[in-house]
């Protein structure tokens, strides 16, 4: 923890001398949960975004004067123009990402049940994330402070209950019930060169085990299987710490540490690093630009310990593969397992494609369809005499943009064979997301 609070007080002071440096543009082929929102809404860097007419004050109040120097309100009362103001006066790139988003769901009772669950479930999502620059340059390399949090509430049913309802080993969205998870809270540090990366504070493998569409909920495919790897055994967000090495922009490797008591992410605590119980894991990753596009292949490795919340040891694995085929056409494919008894999935396969702005009509407008086939982990589920082993959902969606920040997206999400209700062959759920990105 000394090291921890060393490295983000150094970084601290040193935004005083070099928040305001020029900001060098990332690779952003790589991908990442929370960066690839930011850098959907941005994809020009900070400093590429800056207008040189306004003068950048240096001083402890230079934010401040920074925004109110820029005139963010001269064409009228926009919360855009005050975003912008904001992030070049900061050093910041701020995503502030909301949703909603009701799911009606059949069968309506669970198996022997005589009461049926209320229709729609309806999640509310709200997903800030934050990237500050302290300081980026030559000498002393780059410094950066992430930030991400993710609040789920449910109105009426909500997920866990729609999922026994249906009889199904996975889950009809990302998140079952009400949530509280800060998934980012880390310092890194780039140095010269951007070879070596050093990361330490929380962060979640959530974040990077996965490809554009088939790894969140908010903006690709919704049902579980389909949004994350659906045999995942690792934290919601722990502290730790990882390095990072880019022999090239095309090739990213980690290999890190976690506590391994944090497995909710509900919360920055250290204190549990004492206890000498933690994950390991190793990811690489090899983002290539062919002919036909952009892609990216990737492995990660990890094992997460047993502890009072997860009563089970796992080593798991995951495979994922994407690539752009055409200018508007994404296919990817992702095969995960894990051993161990963590959780109702021990193996996944998964297959899609998307298409993006088919009718060259709106950036945000994407269809997609995507299939998974899922192994059930039979000695995971204890409470239910008659189990299938494996289960399937075919998921089809349609995203239609309206403006810079809203978006719809109208769902469909057919389950064969569920797992736990084996007297039925089929299990349907329609959706309806509505999404605002600031």
């Known amino acids: 923890m000394i090291s921890f609070r060393f490295l983000l007080l150094s970084g601290l002071c040193a935004f005083g001398i070099h928040s305001y440096a020029e900001t060098r543009k990332e690779n952003t082929d790589h991908y990442h949960r929370y960066k690839t929102r930011i850098y959907k809404k941005q994809p020009r860097s900070i400093n590429e975004n800056t207008n040189s007419e306004i003068p950048i004050n240096k001083g402890i109040l230079s934010p401040l004067t920074n ?44 198996i022997g049940g005589t009461q049926s669950q209320e229709i729609p479930a309806w999640q509310f999502y709200f997903s800030p994330s934050l990237t500050w620059t302290l300081y980026d ?24 209950d729609a999922n026994q309802a249906m009889g199904l080993a996975g889950g009809i969205n990302d998140y079952f019930n009400r949530e509280n998870n800060l998934a980012q809270l880390m310092f890194s540090q780039t140095f010269p060169g951007e070879f070596l990366t050093l990361a330490i504070g929380q962060y979640s493998l959530y974040a990077i085990d996965g490809t554009l569409y088939d790894n969140d909920q908010y903006s690709g495919f919704i049902s579980y299987a ?15 710490a990882y390095l990072q ?53 990737s492995v990660l490795i990890y094992n997460t310990r047993k502890v009072p919340e997860q009563n089970s040891q796992v080593t798991g694995w995951s495979l994922n593969a994407a690539q752009h ?114």
Do not use: M
């Open 137 to 160: 340059s030559p000498t002393a390399g780059k410094g950066t402070i992430d930030f991400s949090y993710t609040l789920i509430r449910y109105w009426q049913t909500n997920g866990l």
């Open 67 to 110: 925004i109110l120097c820029s005139d963010p309100w001269k064409d009228g009362i926009s919360i855009s123009s005050l975003f912008t103001s904001v992030e070049k006066a900061t050093n910041t790139q701020i995503s502030l990402d909301f949703s909603i988003l009701p799911q009606w769901f059949y069968p309506h009772a669970a």
């Open 245 to 297: 090495c880019n022999p090239n922009p095309e090739i990213n490797i980690q290999i890190g540490f976690q506590d391994a008591y944090n497995i909710n992410g509900t919360n920055f605590s250290i204190y549990n690093l004492t206890k000498s119980k933690y994950n390991f894991y190793g990811y690489a990753s090899w983002s290539p630009k062919l002919s036909c596009g952009s892609g990216q292949y």
């Open 325 to 438: 085929v055409h200018e508007k056409l994404y296919l990817f494919g992702r095969v995960n397992g894990a051993t161990g008894t963590a959780f109702s999935i021990n193996r996944s396969y998964v297959l899609g494609l998307v298409s993006e702005n088919p009718l060259h009509r709106h950036s945000q407008d994407l269809l997609g369809v995507g299939f998974a086939w899922n192994k059930t982990n039979v000695k995971a589920i204890s409470n239910v005499n008659k189990i299938r082993r494996y289960e399937s959902v075919l998921e089809a969606f349609a995203s239609i943009g309206f403006g810079p920040y809203i978006s719809l997206t109208p769902d469909f999400q057919l389950y064969l064979h569920p797992a736990l209700r084996p007297e039925r062959r089929t299990s349907q759920v329609y959706g309806l997301r509505a999404n605002l990105s600031l």
């Open 226 to 240: 389909l949004s994350q790897n659906a045999s995942a055994t690792y934290s919601l967000g722990s502290p730790g």
